[in-house]
């Protein structure tokens, strides 16, 4: 079966990052699906080069090589454009290769974390069709994501999650919600390894399109702590339509005082 056009890119787009990132030595978000509500430090940037896989049946969509930029322009508000080249190889063909939609974003944490509370953060965002939806590329029109997102830290330990709601005005798409959960552990210096359950609704008009709950392992391993990262995940879907999806990137974080960044 040909993976319908706007589905493609929307699956691409909404289930393989749509990224937002965390400052801390464990950074959270990529490259998971499930993000968290720590924005980067004030004055800091962030940088991803990475690529994803996303795979519906005989149907397969990726992003990469993709560039993603994060920027603490105030404190606790953070800037977010990702810039993707984009792949559709359904399984009828033809495949298809170029430009994808752009995404920008700005996540703000209107919370802070302490030794009793958790911190609570916003991450709304923005899917520009930059990439060709008539060739599986790109949504077609603009689309909105708009999550809630909470954390807890303790000792080596961290989880967060959330939800929200993705709209897309496209005609055959639909609104959906979706809802993640993850939980990470440090090991000694070099390693950070995570699990987390993500689920979302159907996301088109078509009568057979099932919502989906992935679970999905990965982690992070410091090259420099914490300024040079190795990100991978790795996934599939343990309820509803048969999903697959990975992730692998390589993050650089820089700004004043890069040494003492939490």
Not at 34 to 59: C, L, N
Not at 122 to 147: C, H, K, Q
Not at 213 to 238: C, D, E
Request: hydrophobic share 35%; glycine share 14%; no cysteine.
């Amino acid at each position: 079966m040909t993976l319908p056009l706007p589905r493609a890119g929307k699956f691409l787009f909404a289930l393989a990052g749509l990224i937002g990132m965390s400052a801390r030595v464990a950074i959270a978000g990529p490259p998971f699906l499930t993000d968290d509500p720590q924005p980067v430090d004030y004055q800091h940037f962030e940088i991803y080069a990475f690529s994803t896989y996303y795979r519906t049946g005989p149907d397969i969509a990726t992003q990469g090589p993709a560039l993603e930029v994060n920027w603490g322009a105030v404190p606790d508000v953070q800037l977010h454009l990702v810039i993707p080249m984009a792949g559709a190889f359904p399984g009828g063909g033809p495949n298809a290769f170029g430009p994808g939609d752009i995404e920008m974003g700005i996540k703000y944490r209107f919370i802070h974390e302490t030794k009793h509370r958790p911190q609570f953060g916003v991450f709304p965002f923005i899917e520009l069709p930059a990439g060709s939806a008539d060739r599986g590329l790109g949504n077609g029109r603009t689309w909105y994501r708009i999550p809630l997102w909470v954390q807890k830290s303790g000792g080596p330990w961290t989880t967060y999650g959330g939800g929200g709601v993705v709209i897309n005005p496209t005609p055959g798409m639909r609104n959906y919600d979706f809802e993640g959960w993850l939980v990470q552990r440090d090991i000694g210096d070099k390693w950070t390894l995570g699990t987390e359950l993500f689920r979302h609704g159907a996301v088109d008009t078509d009568p057979s399109t099932r919502p989906s709950t992935l679970w999905n392992v990965g982690g992070y391993y410091y090259f420099i702590k914490p300024g040079f990262q190795l990100l991978f995940s790795l996934g599939h879907s343990v309820h509803g339509a048969p999903e697959s999806d990975a992730y692998l990137g390589l993050y650089w974080t820089w700004g004043p005082d890069a040494s003492k960044h939490p």
